[in-house]
């Protein structure tokens, strides 16, 4: 990277893909922008840029740097190991910590032993700007994602049906609103929404609210 691909993405702002960070003010907080982009699509994180695109450069790369593996490290379960960049920009020095999309979804965050079982069994995705906590729908559906994984093969019976009918004519369904249309279990319904997903014939969409699921194409 260079100063022109940071300008580059000061411009089109935070997103999907990219995060400003003024200094690390605790790993575990990066960790869980990490973690987000290594199970989302991968994504930027810049060091010594503010959140509103201001340059103000960090005061110890080497610090950055160490915080930053100890993020992936310590407080990421499978750890991720980013690619890290030191980029020069008029007299000032940015970092870059590159994480790809991971091969090993889901990546958890673990708190270090300081929190609660709860926060140690979070799974974080990218949603829009934001890193937010994934259902849990959609952490078996990182889990298909992983190569390892088990092929997937279903069975289209009366529930499938009445819910391939209803988005027929809405554009969308959520986990609750499925559970009201067949008269089933949660937990049922979501294996069903679950196992649609895996075989390509769903699609699940996350807002910072709930899932909803909507048909593939």
Same mark, same amino acid.
């Given at each position: 990277? /260079?100063?022109?691909?940071?300008?580059?993405?000061?411009d089109?702002g935070?997103?999907? @893909?990219?995060?400003?960070?003024?200094?690390?003010?605790?790993?575990?907080?990066?960790?869980?922008?990490?973690?987000?982009?290594? /199970?989302?699509?991968?994504?930027i994180?810049?060091?010594?840029?503010?959140?509103?695109?201001?340059?103000? @450069?960090?005061?110890?790369?080497?610090?950055?740097?160490?915080?930053?593996?100890?993020? @992936?490290?310590?407080? !990421?379960?499978?750890?991720?190991e980013?690619?890290?960049?030191?980029?020069?920009?008029?007299?000032?020095?940015?970092? !870059?910590?590159?994480?790809?999309?991971?091969?090993?979804?889901?990546?958890?965050?673990?708190?270090?032993? /300081? @929190?609660?079982?709860?926060?140690?069994?979070?799974?974080?995705?990218?949603?829009?700007?934001?890193?937010?906590? !994934?259902?849990?729908?959609?952490?078996?559906?990182? #889990?298909?994602q #992983?190569?390892?994984?088990?092929?997937?093969t279903?069975?289209?019976?009366?529930?499938?049906?009445?819910?391939?009918?209803?988005?027929?004519? #809405?554009?969308?369904?959520?986990?609750?609103?499925?559970v009201?249309?067949? #008269?089933?279990?949660?937990?049922?319904a979501?294996?069903?929404?679950? /196992?649609?997903?895996?075989?390509?014939?769903l699609?699940?969409?996350?807002?910072?609210?709930?899932?909803?699921y909507?048909?593939?194409?």
């Amino acid at each position: 990277m /260079n100063y022109k691909d940071v300008d580059s993405m000061i411009d089109q702002g935070e997103g999907s @893909g990219t995060e400003f960070k003024r200094k690390i003010s605790s790993p575990n907080k990066i960790a869980r922008t990490m973690i987000s982009f290594a /199970n989302s699509g991968g994504g930027i994180i810049l060091f010594g840029v503010d959140d509103d695109g201001t340059i103000v @450069g960090v005061e110890s790369e080497k610090t950055e740097i160490e915080l930053i593996r100890t993020a @992936g490290k310590i407080y !990421a379960d499978p750890p991720i190991e980013p690619t890290i960049e030191i980029i020069p920009y008029r007299g000032k020095d940015i970092v !870059a910590a590159i994480i790809e999309e991971s091969r090993e979804k889901p990546h958890y965050y673990k708190d270090g032993g /300081n @929190g609660t079982e709860q926060e140690g069994e979070r799974v974080y995705i990218r949603v829009k700007d934001r890193s937010v906590v !994934a259902s849990k729908e959609m952490v078996h559906i990182l #889990n298909a994602q #992983n190569p390892d994984a088990d092929p997937m093969t279903i069975a289209i019976g009366k529930h499938e049906r009445r819910l391939f009918d209803y988005l027929e004519t #809405n554009d969308r369904i959520t986990l609750k609103s499925f559970v009201q249309l067949v #008269n089933i279990s949660e937990r049922r319904a979501s294996r069903i929404l679950v /196992n649609l997903v895996r075989a390509g014939t769903l699609q699940i969409h996350t807002d910072e609210h709930e899932d909803y699921y909507t048909m593939d194409g």
